[in-house]
């Protein structure tokens, strides 16, 4: 196949060198509400089925720039990855008959060892059998197959979750850097019950090697439950920043 579709970046602040972990809520906003007017644009193009939202932040996770932005690769197929977690999420669906993310946000509410913070509409967590070290979801709890279809009412929250998750990790990692996506449906399936859209953050604190590459199995250092806690503290020190501040 030729390479078809569309590459965009997005120019997140007209500052050369502020990490999104310190940029003011409005702004980060402001990039939030860029990634859906894009996306839903773009999604009106029949010949693009995927359409990958992303952020790379610092060498090591592949970036070459150092003025923060943001990418939008719009394609005509979804990759393996994203392929194997649509099947898994379809073959749940159709055996439980529920979303696997809405049962899987059930659960580790109940259990709490892997929540870094919940807020009204969102839930930050570091999920089972995490690949890398401190690796960070957040998941709305509205279910929503698209990142396309959420209403754009409830970014200024997520842009809070968003930007003090950040924080909590330049804060507790020394500014490490970290890819992040915005895991969502094909555009074919928006209106589909199976999946749920979400963020994911991975710090890269770690080399991916031979045994990864060569089995597809990840080695990480730490337990989620663990990394979890750790960042739930800096997470409730963040907050009450925010307390002492509203004041």
């Not at 089925?49 to 939008?72: M, V, W």
């Not at 890269?204 to 080695?219: D, P």
Request: aromatic share 10%; with cysteine.
């Amino acid at each position: 196949m030729d390479g078809v579709g569309v590459n965009e970046v997005i120019i997140e602040t007209p500052v050369h060198n502020m990490p999104m972990a310190l940029m003011p809520y409005k702004q980060v906003e402001t990039v939030l509400l860029a990634y859906l007017e894009r996306y839903n644009t773009l999604k009106k193009i029949r010949q693009l089925k995927f359409i990958a939202i992303f952020k790379n932040h610092g060498r090591a996770s592949g970036t070459s720039l150092i003025h923060p932005h943001s990418q939008l690769i719009a394609t005509p197929i979804a990759g393996t990855y994203y392929r194997r977690k649509f099947d898994a999420a379809v073959n749940y669906y159709d055996d439980i008959g529920k979303c696997l993310y809405c049962d899987l946000i059930a659960e580790e509410l109940k259990t709490g060892e892997r929540i870094v913070a919940e807020t009204k509409d969102f839930i930050v967590l570091h999920p089972y059998a995490s690949r890398v070290p401190y690796e960070t979801w957040i998941i709305p709890k509205m279910h929503r197959a698209s990142f396309g279809l959420f209403p754009s009412t409830y970014l200024t929250e997520l842009s809070v979750v968003l930007k003090d998750t950040l924080l909590g990790l330049y804060r507790e990692l020394d500014n490490p850097a970290f890819n992040y996506m915005f895991n969502t449906s094909t555009t074919e399936d928006e209106e589909d019950p199976y999946y749920h859209w979400h963020v994911r953050i991975v710090p890269r604190l770690t080399t991916i090697a031979g045994f990864e590459m060569g089995s597809g199995i990840y080695i990480s250092t730490a337990m989620p439950e663990d990394t979890a806690k750790i960042m739930k503290g800096v997470a409730d020190s963040i907050a009450r920043e925010h307390s002492d501040l509203s004041t």
